[in-house]
């Protein structure tokens, strides 16, 4: 990509210490691809959206509507994942820290 590449993802750390890339898709529905934790020969990870939005009074979406830009930016992650059977950081600062909980207000 280019100098004004800009990052889709809000990349996280779960609680439970595995990668977790939030992203919204071209019509603004909320996606995520995430380190699993299985323990499986090979490593896996949840890709898709977070939760099914529906069409119809039949129909559910349950699929992601990407820009070519996203489907660039998620390729080169999934290329990363297929190489080294883990998600990348983009900075090794990045850790979870749990939300401090807010003192109700008397």
């Known amino acids: 990509m280019g100098k004004n590449k800009q990052d889709i993802f809000k ?33 896996l990870i949840w890709l898709g959206v977070n939760q099914a939005i529906p069409l119809s009074k039949d129909t559910l979406s349950t699929r992601m509507h990407l820009t070519q830009s996203q489907a660039k930016q998620i390729a080169d992650e999934l290329s990363y994942f297929a190489k080294h059977g883990k998600l990348k950081m983009e900075s090794e600062s990045l850790t979870y820290e749990p939300i401090a909980k807010e003192e109700p207000v008397i």
Not at 14 to 31: A, H, I, Y
């Open 11 to 43: 990349r996280e750390i779960t609680p439970r210490g595995f990668v977790l890339f939030k992203f919204k898709d071209e019509n603004n529905q909320s996606c995520s691809l995430q380190e699993s934790s299985a323990v499986e020969e090979e490593a």
